[in-house]
């Protein structure tokens, strides 16, 4: 049985409670405000009892030395959400190599609401009519409530072309960076450490950095940005999202920076031998097969490629 | 629901979805053991909380309570150790008994969860706000916005909060 105390309280009293709590955090409440205040308190044991509640949380917040709190749940401002417990690795499955990649996954990620394996690309029609894709390696959770369409970057990369929603809700990308709010268009968001790489095909967006003034982009602009920072504003790379389609596409690509995306979409390492790491690449090569990928490096650049293990492949001068 | 909440649907769950879930977990944790104990405390929650999904839901309903309650075991874990580590830099005498630390790990723990619930924004201003006791005015400068902003994400924060603490 519910005691008195536990009963709900109107959602009308809450928020009024809730906007003297927001004032008097402020600091800032002279006398008339006060009084009102004390008046607001007295009208209705209802509020009181809320104004109570309030005063709960004050005192729950306060129940943590300031320095304590602050070094064990901000020391990195985001990372709660991405962060790389390795945890899972010591759970490994004997035999299982399967296990051996997804035991390696962070928490979060291995229990988002949309996860992409290594090699794996997804596609999704979401509620409001959007139609999500991630390429490999990519998580999210998707969160629409009556007031918003929320997505989670939790790592890699998404590309999303967004619906017309009938109830008119925000569209906002949710990444390590920032927030990235859509105004009818298609783009794509690669989360890469603390960074995003933000690329626009349709329509405009607002990125909102955690730290820095908010800056909007039209169709046709890609560029990156940090909790505090932009990058240039550069025109958007429609063959980084060939992905998309299966393929990637290299035009005048550095090896080194080849060899990095394709690692993405293989499980295992494959690494580029710093020597050629320069040599420019130019070409469209289908995702599916890596391994064809890695023949057709060979027959078509100076290059040898060694399988050390299934898991380990490097890639130096012939 | 009535506070007699009849059992046959939570042992028809359990019959038609226990091995299912146990499945799903091992297949994300690679754990058999934790599995079968988060798929065992999903039930058990069920039972204390005596919510029951509808008709045809029960898969997705068992998934996400095993899934936030292994999230809140990774939390725990995570806010502990970050915890003893702030302790370790304490000189001896000032190291909390063992009690206050069991209620200052709860305390992270329930902070955390608020946290966690707000947008990026809405978290910065806050933790600026309760824990380096910055003014209003500051955080605008800080956040680059304007203070009527600040007031706005810090009402969605305390609705946060609030959230946490009193939903249901």
């Known amino acids: ?318 | 629901m009535p506070p007699d909440a009849p059992l046959q649907p939570l042992d028809s769950l359990y019959r038609d979805h226990h091995g299912w879930l146990q499945g799903w977990l091992r297949q994300r944790l690679g754990d058999r053991e934790r599995a079968a104990d988060i798929a065992q405390d999903t039930f058990l929650r069920l039972l204390v909380t005596r919510r029951l999904p509808e008709q045809n839901d029960g898969r997705r309903f068992l998934a996400q309570i095993a899934r936030n309650l292994v999230i809140d075991q990774w939390r725990r874990q995570r806010i502990k150790q970050a915890y003893l580590d702030s302790l370790a830099t304490l000189p001896q005498p000032e190291s909390p008994s063992l009690e206050t630390r069991a209620i200052v790990i709860e305390t992270l723990m329930q902070i955390d969860a608020m946290l966690d619930s707000m947008p990026a924004k809405v978290r910065e201003a806050f933790l600026l706000s309760q824990f380096e006791g910055l003014t209003y005015t500051q955080i605008a400068v800080r956040l680059q916005v304007s203070v009527s902003s600040v007031q706005k994400y810090m009402l969605r924060a305390i609705t946060a909060c609030y959230q946490v603490l009193y939903a249901e």
Request: net charge neutral; glycine share 6%.
């Open chain 1, 1 to 318: 049985m519910k005691t008195a105390s536990e009963a709900p309280i109107a959602a009308a009293i809450v928020e009024q409670a809730s906007h003297w709590l927001m004032l008097r955090w402020s600091g800032e409440l002279d006398q008339e405000q006060q009084r009102r205040f004390a008046e607001w308190r007295a009208a209705d044991p209802e509020h009181d009892r809320a104004w109570q509640r309030l005063e709960h949380l004050q005192s729950t917040l306060s129940g943590v030395p300031a320095d304590t709190a602050l070094s064990v749940l901000r020391e990195q401002p985001d990372a709660r959400r991405r962060q790389t417990l390795k945890l899972l690795a010591a759970l490994l499955v004997a035999g299982g190599s399967s296990y051996l990649v997804q035991s390696q996954l962070p928490w979060r990620e291995a229990m988002a609401d949309l996860r992409s394996g290594t090699g794996e690309r997804l596609q999704r029609t979401l509620a409001d009519g959007s139609r999500l894709s991630l390429n490999s390696g990519s998580a999210v959770d998707i969160l629409f409530s009556a007031s918003e369409r929320r997505i989670r970057l939790l790592t890699g990369e998404l590309l999303l072309d967004s619906g017309h929603d009938a109830a008119q809700r925000p569209l906002i990308v949710d990444t390590a960076a920032g927030e990235i709010q859509a105004l009818g268009t298609c783009f794509s968001v690669y989360q890469q450490g603390d960074k995003c790489q933000v690329d626009l095909f349709e329509g405009e967006l607002e990125l909102r950095p955690l730290q820095a003034r908010a800056t909007r982009l039209q169709a046709g602009q890609g560029c990156w940005f940090s909790a505090t920072r932009f990058g240039d504003i550069a025109p958007a790379n429609l063959n980084a999202i060939a992905w998309h389609d299966g393929r990637l596409i290299a035009e005048r690509m550095p090896l080194g920076q080849f060899v990095a995306e394709l690692a993405r979409h293989r499980p295992g390492l494959l690494r580029c031998d710093p020597a050629i790491a320069a040599v420019p690449l130019t070409g469209v090569f289908p995702l599916a097969d890596t391994d064809r990928v890695l023949r057709a490096l060979e027959q078509s650049l100076p290059v040898k490629v060694h399988k050390l293990t299934r898991f380990w492949t490097t890639i130096s001068p012939a």
